[in-house]
């Protein structure tokens, strides 16, 4: 009741203006006049009505255009918007060493994985046990982030920065880390059943009997592949 009192308060006061008033009279008045002459002397034709549907059409399409053009850039500006949050949001939790820092890094990744992009930076975050299933991470800078413990069943990961990365009794099945810099990463117990090392480069890296890999023939396919590796695995 307040806001219908309000509204009826606003439109009393936009029409108690003398010449508002006297504009809005003369204008009906006029418009009166105009609709009356042009019907008495046969103006509103078949011709003049194709001409107003004409018009219409037209202006009907530009609005359709004009809107979509709207539409596209609000939604560009929208996902620009979003991703600059996403990434600032990560950064914000970079060099935190909590299971927070974890889950909110994880949540942002998918969100910004929704977008169809790929996080600016994950130097050095704290991922433990984060569930990363399937995430896209191509490219991602990951050296020195600590993803011990981490669900990276069926990543991508490949060309991804992983130079000291901790990936210890983190899951990789099915991971795509073909490309990838794994350079002094810690594979200890780390399950890499079924994920492609294709051209990844194995130089100084960590492992344990309970580290799980492909098939030997799958591994062989990545670079600098260990000595000891090689021989625990019949790799010539």
């Known amino acids: 009741m307040r806001r219908r009192g309000q509204r009826l308060g606003f439109w009393k006061r936009l029409f108690s203006s003398d010449t508002l008033r006297n504009l809005f009279f003369i204008f009906i008045g006029v418009s009166a006049v105009l609709w009356f002459v042009s019907w008495r002397t046969g103006f509103y034709d078949d011709d003049w009505l194709q001409d107003v549907l004409v018009e219409a059409h037209g202006m009907w399409f530009d609005i359709l255009i004009l809107g979509l053009l709207a539409t596209v850039l609000s939604i ?36 910004i994985n929704q977008l169809g992009e790929v996080p600016e930076t994950l130097s050095g975050a704290y991922l433990v046990n984060a569930n990363l299933l399937s995430a896209n991470l191509r490219t991602a800078d990951l050296h ?14 490949s060309h991804a920065k992983l130079l000291s990365a901790n ?20 594979l200890l117990s780390a399950n890499l059943r079924s994920a492609d090392l294709s051209l990844a480069d194995l130089s100084n890296i960590k492992w ?17 592949i260990p000595d000891a590796l090689k021989q625990q695995l019949g790799i010539e």
């Open 208 to 224: 344990d009997e309970d580290t799980q890999w492909p098939a030997p023939e799958e591994v062989a396919k990545a670079r600098n």
């Open 76 to 111: 560009v500006a929208e996902k620009k918007q979003n991703l600059q949050r996403y990434n600032e949001e990560i950064q914000d939790f970079l060099g935190w060493q909590s299971d927070e820092a974890s889950y909110r890094i994880a949540g942002n990744i998918r969100r």
């Open 167 to 186: 990936l210890s009794f983190a899951d990789l099945s099915f991971a795509n880390l073909s490309f990838a810099d794994l350079r002094f990463a810690n």
């Open 144 to 157: 020195f982030a600590n993803l011990s413990g981490a669900y990276l069943v069926n990543a991508k990961l």
